[in-house]
């Protein structure tokens, strides 16, 4: 069982060749350090593409060496991204780190259709949380690329996500469904959908989980809640992904996760051809070198 985000090393490739890690643009303080900071302990090998004297000056301020480094010049915001995508495309690079540049660009040419990294899946958002209050790491999906996603974008999400956590150890990781309520309301389409992905995972259309839904989040993450209202679940108060209804929700959990409980968290988009770290504006320096140490976990 998981229990830290430290724990993650234990899936890092035992051999001496780390995945390569790209980050565009490379001018970005916090991401610099978290890549140097993971470079200096072997879980990655860095590859840098951006502006070199601002990256470089960076550095200095921030009294760190990126001495030896692949660097590829590009002072272009967009031209950078591209570069870093097609190093990825063309199997030079394992995985892919936003820089200094909006997450709408990164995508575009992570989407571009001659050299992107299109695998036929909906991209969503993990992230996956150690807080002090729950007994082990707990998965959070998806709360960043998919606004108000469709039932069968939902089973997508799941689904990639539910791969994650197979490749973290977990082979039939526990699912709760979220909701505002954990009863089926015909005026919520959210305990609607939750209740088929439940009878869908049943029949064996969802596989390799435990899914279970509708539940509110309280009886998701608390035994004792679920004693308390009679739910009779066996992934209540022993969840290992939380499904959200829609964004709002997810960007809400998880910046109260880490603003207020303090949680520590690993993020990173899946779907794509290769595990991309995109961490909020806001995610600390730690939390992007955890968001490292998790995409190279469970990069190919």
């Given at each position: 069982m998981l229990t830290k985000l430290?724990?993650?090393?234990?899936?890092?490739?035992?051999?001496?060749?780390?995945?390569?890690?790209?980050l565009a643009p490379s001018e970005d303080a916090h991401s610099i350090g978290a890549v140097v900071r993971a470079a200096e302990e072997g879980i990655i090998e860095p590859i840098l593409?951006?502006?070199?004297?601002?990256?470089e000056g960076?550095?200095?301020?921030?009294?760190?060496?990126?001495?030896?480094?692949?660097?590829?010049?590009?002072?272009?915001?967009?031209?950078?991204?591209?570069?870093?995508?097609?190093?990825?495309?063309?199997?030079?690079?394992?995985?892919?780190?936003?820089?200094?540049v909006g997450t709408s660009l990164l995508l575009k040419a992570v989407l571009n259709k001659e050299y992107g990294l299109r695998t036929g899946k909906l991209l969503s958002h993990f992230a996956?949380?150690?807080?002090?209050?729950?007994?082990?790491?707990?998965?959070?999906?998806?709360?960043?690329?998919?606004?108000?996603?469709?039932?069968?974008?939902k089973i997508a999400i799941l689904n990639n996500s539910v791969v994650v956590l197979n490749k973290l150890g977990?082979?039939?990781?526990?699912?709760?469904?979220?909701?505002?309520?954990?009863?089926?309301?015909?005026?919520?389409?959210?305990?609607?959908?939750?209740?088929?992905?439940?009878?869908?995972?049943?029949?064996?259309?969802i596989r390799h989980c435990l899914v279970d839904?509708?539940?509110?989040?309280?009886?998701?993450?608390?035994?004792?809640?679920?004693?308390?209202?009679?739910?009779?679940?066996?992934?209540?108060?022993?969840?290992?992904l939380l499904l959200m209804p829609d964004i709002e929700v997810g960007n809400v959990l998880y910046k109260?996760?880490?603003?207020?409980?303090?949680?520590?968290?690993?993020?990173?988009?899946?779907?794509?051809a290769a595990p991309i770290v995109l961490t909020s504006r806001s995610d600390s320096e730690q939390a992007k070198f955890d968001s490292i140490l998790l995409a190279a976990a469970t990069a190919k």
């Open positions: 430290d724990d993650l090393r234990k899936f890092l490739p035992e051999t001496k060749n780390p995945p390569r890690l790209v593409v951006g502006d070199r004297d601002k990256t960076l550095a200095e301020v921030m009294k760190i060496s990126l001495k030896g480094y692949k660097f590829f010049e590009e002072k272009d915001a967009y031209q950078a991204v591209i570069k870093a995508v097609k190093l990825i495309h063309d199997g030079k690079a394992d995985v892919l780190m936003k820089g200094k996956l949380f150690e807080v002090e209050t729950y007994y082990k790491l707990i998965g959070v999906t998806d709360v960043a690329m998919n606004i108000a996603p469709t039932l069968e974008e977990i082979p039939e990781p526990k699912v709760a469904v979220l909701g505002a309520v954990e009863q089926v309301n015909t005026s919520m389409d959210a305990t609607l959908d939750a209740a088929l992905l439940s009878k869908m995972n049943q029949r064996g259309q839904g509708p539940l509110a989040f309280d009886n998701a993450i608390s035994s004792e809640s679920a004693r308390h209202k009679e739910i009779k679940s066996e992934v209540a108060g022993d969840t290992d109260s996760l880490v603003f207020f409980a303090r949680a520590k968290v690993a993020s990173m988009i899946v779907g794509a």
